[in-house]
């Protein structure tokens, strides 16, 4: 059964790089027609989607986040990461790995980690 | 992109049916049949529970149903139970090939 685990630092300091990555069980990244992507939840509030992309090479990223967001995939390691530049108290969240049919639907989740920007 | 509008709580009592809505554009909701909705109990990751506007995964209730008309989709429960209080979230493709999500519904099970 295919499962997903995200890693990485629980704190940051504002301005600095956020960096997470998620690690997948059960299952290649790259074997697959699957989305392949990073949604987060600040304390609270609703799910945000930041971006993914497909087995094929193609990525994709939410226009309110494209600057400082870059997701890279691993396929020897079978991981994907998730960089997120210049964050502020506003990025801290609950980060999900996630995998989706396509286009959309996802219908694997990792666990979740908390993410906060603090100094 | 703006987020999906959803009511921010319905309630309903054990039994009885509910509606949540889930208001989008013409450029998402309404432009293709790719509509998800997600339930999310406090302190777990959500769970699919329709997708492709009506599609139910595997080992889902028949009790959720989803529909689409125009610009707005909605989740329909059936047969309340005590364990459908939850959030629920519905998302949507749109035309830049991106994700949007609706802010969420709290519905509460009387």
């Known amino acids: 059964q295919l499962q997903l685990q995200e890693s990485g630092p629980g704190l940051v300091k504002p301005s600095e790089t956020l960096s997470l990555t998620c690690t997948v069980s059960g299952g290649s990244i790259s074997s697959s027609s699957y989305y392949w992507g990073w949604i987060r939840q600040p304390p609270g509030k609703g799910l945000e989607w930041i971006g993914s992309f497909y087995y094929s090479g193609s990525t994709y990223y939410n226009p309110s986040l494209k600057s400082r967001v870059t997701i890279s995939v691993d396929t020897s390691k079978n991981q994907f990461s998730l960089k997120l530049t210049s964050v502020t108290a506003a990025d801290t969240a609950v980060y999900y790995c996630?995998?989706?049919?396509?286009?959309?639907?996802?219908?694997?989740w990792g666990q979740g980690t908390l993410v906060t920007v603090s100094s | 992109q703006s987020a999906l509008t959803q009511p921010a709580s319905v309630s309903g009592s054990p039994g009885q049916s509910i509606t949540i809505s889930c208001t989008g554009t013409s450029s998402d909701v309404g432009a293709y049949n790719y509509v998800s909705w997600y339930q999310q109990h406090p302190g777990k990751a959500p769970k699919l529970m329709i997708y492709d506007v009506s599609n139910r995964p595997s080992g889902v209730s028949n009790r959720f149903s989803g529909s689409k008309s125009g610009n707005t989709a909605s989740l329909t429960i059936s047969g309340l139970q005590a364990e459908d209080e939850a959030d629920y979230y519905c998302s949507s493709y749109t035309s830049s090939s991106t994700v949007v999500f609706g802010g969420g519904t709290k519905l509460t099970v009387l």
């Open positions: 996630a995998r989706a049919k396509p286009p959309i639907a996802v219908e694997i």
